[in-house]
């Protein structure tokens, strides 16, 4: 019963045979072979547009680069303060921006306020050169609480985005999650709502490597490739990123993969929320919980084995997370587990 | 009967299983796992002493995070002027190392030229501030032309930094055909030769995506987890690339996957030395061979179906490259073709 | 009645009259002429220390490349939420640092709080390699509110930077000021308290273009020669730099400047006092005001001729700053202006 | 007798007396005040027409600043290869773009073979990606060899930089002596014949540290404020930066002050002419003279007092430069000097 993180899974079977089938024969290197080609075609046809598809190794990569395009090395990049490219990836974001500015914004739920948001924002123009310029908004959807937005949520980030003519990133390292939890369509939820560009990230969803830079904007996939090769990020071998990402687009097996997550957090958050002593602070939209648990009461589920993180966001406050393999056993386990506290 | 590159061979059917095996049940992320730390460890087992070892993506990433530690941002460093850091990795390296300047180096058979590198330093030296300070040595092993260094060789650059107290860094992308070409053991040809850090490569062996980056010089290995991590070179499933280290250590595959891709090669080569209107500028010393071929010979050579670069440092030089998946009824093929123009 | 800031200010006559001097005859450029050197000396001769002395040209290139000195491309540093370097400077400490991450830290009268800035620290430390590595500390003497710190409080910081093994900069912009307020010697205040390393500005003390970072920690000071050439700060006639630093130096004219300054705004300091609407929030130890006036007010104080900043810190809030040049009779009538309106 | 540069001597008295000047009353800080905006429009005035102008303080950061806004981070900047932003200026340029390539280009006479050039230009361009991406092309004018472009020599770099897409930057650190030497006006020699920006350097023209670079292309200019802030170059007292340029244009100072020097250089150039020991490689265009004087000879020479560079470019060459304040007395000297070796 580990809910640590949905990075602790393995990889879905369907990936590990495309990897096996793609090591057959030769192929050309660095991305021109036809199962590059192909896996674009197919993330293309997930969006219904005709976006530009990067495919790169890790969620920081992904992240960090995209923001490299949207955002000037002088300028300043919005985001929720306890954002992943915020608190988890080091300092990417510098290294391949060339020294652009994190700001982190507060918020509830993990979504960062609009209008303070829009204060920072006049501050920084009204200082002109002084300060970072206002240069980008990076959202997470799945946020870092595991809240979920919708369409509408995003498309006011663009209209901030469009008064200080900034560019707007989307984090989609759970996008599976949050397209199967808000119920739209990924055109939807990005494109449609004005995210100029997507990190789109199936490793957590059952790859072991597979995340993209997504696009929709074209003016800002311009030399996006001569980035990601000076990062070091285009593989020799490229079809073995291809190949994770054609097993889990075809007949929507990341849908389901991420369905089958949400569903499994939905499941134990009833446990949670039936409990007397359990808070949970905001609602449960896609595969992550934080429930705020005493800590006697951590003691407990822990010596039950249910296996969780402390969350430093607040006094009490843990994580619970679901994967693709999460079994229905282990959730009918750990919700006795949890009721045997009460 | 493709020669074009090592790069476009798949992976071996053990790098294959491993990886399946890795995707098994949970495992603790960004390295933290069983696996990375005995992939780790057959690493220094490799080398007989205690280095420090970093699993990365490509090639590109190793040679760039190893070279900005060795070298500060205002530092030179000295390659030959065909090494693959210069050419083929577009600006990697300065970013990285945060803007050092790369300094090409003439020398036969793809070697700098000891003297002309000790007079570049010479005259950076006594230019103190005005210029780039030499700041690292990078040699290729095996070397772009194909060529191998033996220890001695290494050596000699090793004396030229210590006298303008440099670092020395290897390019091993095909670091396996450079210990079979040499005979001698792995700790010779590096670290015992004076070596710092070795970009480690099998991807070219076997592998998909198996690159290390070997730090033997302890103080410059400090803080390098944090290098790779802002560069988005900590994958969160790092056991997947420690399995494919494991499974290509084990035994010796690597060395055997090297051994005969050098033969094939060694093979192919006596095919081109016999005849009369082809010239080897250099030995074959490991499983790449540059023959100068005249242009209508090149074209009945690929009418007969074998498939080669034309390489661009000499007129009618082209390259041909073996690997671990080379068939030998390849060769034989390609023998016949070759013989058959003349 | 210009009280906007010390900036605004021209220049001493005696900084003119210095570089009238130094135009005469030839000189060795970029800093190996006999000015350069004699005015290095005589900055070691103010901190009675073998310290290393680089002059520049502005205080962003003072903190920033200080800053580069003392923590690394993928460290983070400590200073307080008001700081210039983190409002004033643009991204020039990301630019020289190569991305190091800047945390502001809330704190009363510019003074960022050390438990705090411990509790951050504690966090990136066991977060590891996923967050910036705590790198320097960085203070503000006289700090951005106009407050001093004692030796006594900057020891309270070198604490915290011995426990985390980081590095301990002073941004002393208005240095002189702090010395001449502190009513301590410049030793006591720098490298006796446990500063690495201070940016040192006279610009604003009568310089046209006056700073240095002066190093105290002469591992830091490696390769800060470099540093300051690839940012373009080493100027070719150097000496024209060196002779401000004589001509200031001299005689103590530096802290003359200083203390007039100070002692013409706790002049006005005593009118805002005395006035029944009007609070100061925090003692006023340099040349620096941050009077919290209502706006009916401030339109009577604008209308009667006095120029000032409105200060964004706090509602009401505004900031009135005095230097070498500010005449008495400009702070009698600022005096008479402030009682009339009482 | 001191021949050794031009930056060794002091400084114009127009330029001392404007400095006093300018240090008279207050001004607007961070160049908001009338002098920067009056020195704006003289530089404006010069080229006639509407270009955008920034001061900086070196030549360093002038070339280094310009060319990040003409080359991305992955591109490559082509300039000759004895070139002062190649071998003069550290790793500036890499450190203000943030990783662009230097490719030196052989030459004769200081100027880089168009030729050769479109070569490097071919392969980079085909080699995509994986090399860096051919971004700007750098002249110096007068060149590293004292030699002077005219407009049709910059047009055919314009013509392969339209070829190619990039854009076209003059190293003008003595654009003075140039436009003398060429007899052309300032526009001719640079927008009009495709220049897109221009590093202006009247330092070694009789100012202290008296740089601009010269946007003509405006969007280039887009931002160009932020990179100057963020790079410590914005002065807080800019109007000292002004006052230096409005001095030295002021009734074609400049120019007279480059007539003079190239006159200077000119009457010494023909005492090496005439001495049938001594070569000269080129024509002596402006201020700088490369004799090949045979080592008794230079000795000899040196005895009679007379100070100048060995330059390393060919055996037995030097450098002789004069400058605004060379005396007659000291050319007739050295004439003297020099026919005494005959």
Request: aromatic share 8%; glycine share 8%.
């Amino acid at each position: 019963m580990n809910f640590i993180s949905d990075n602790q899974a393995g990889a879905h079977p369907a990936v590990l045979a495309a990897i096996s089938d793609a090591a057959i024969g030769l192929a050309e290197g660095y991305g021109e072979d036809a199962l590059t080609a192909a896996a674009e075609s197919a993330v293309r046809d997930v969006f219904g547009t005709d976006c530009a598809v990067f495919f790169v190794t890790t969620g920081t990569a992904a992240n960090a680069l995209a923001l490299s395009a949207l955002c000037p090395p002088w300028g300043a990049i919005y985001c929720h303060e306890g954002a992943h490219i915020q608190n988890d990836e080091n300092t990417a974001v510098e290294l391949f921006t060339g020294g652009a500015r994190m700001v982190g914004i507060a918020g509830d739920g993990g979504k960062p306020d609009v209008a303070l948001m829009r204060s920072h924002m006049e501050i920084a123009t009204v200082h002109g050169v002084h300060n970072a310029k206002p240069g980008a908004i990076s959202l997470s959807n799945v946020s870092e609480s595991g809240t979920v937005y919708c369409p509408e949520e995003v498309a006011a980030y663009r209209q901030l985005a469009d008064e200080f003519r900034l560019n707007l990133h989307m984090d989609g390292a759970r996008f599976a999650n949050a397209v199967v939890a808000s119920g739209v369509c990924p055109a939807d939820l990005t494109w449609r709502a004005g995210v100029d560009c997507l990190s789109f990230g199936l490793t957590k969803n059952g790859g072991i490597a597979t995340e993209a830079v997504v696009m929709f904007n074209h003016a800002l996939a311009q030399d996006f490739a001569y980035r990601r090769k000076r990062a070091g990020h285009l593989w020799s071998k490229q079809r073995f990123l291809a190949a994770q990402w054609l097993a889990l687009l075809e007949n929507d097996l990341w849908l389901d993969n991420a369905r089958h997550a949400n569903s499994m957090a939905a499941e134990l958050a009833v446990g949670f929320t039936a409990h007397d002593a359990i808070q949970l602070p905001w609602p449960t939209d896609a595969n992550e919980i934080f429930p705020v648990i005493p800590e006697a009461l951590r003691e407990q589920l822990r010596a039950a084995g249910l296996v969780f993180y402390d969350w430093p966001q607040a006094p009490d406050m843990t994580r619970f997370v679901t994967h693709f393999g999460t079994a229905p056993a282990e959730i009918a386990h750990a919700l006795q587990a949890i009721a045997a506290t009460q």
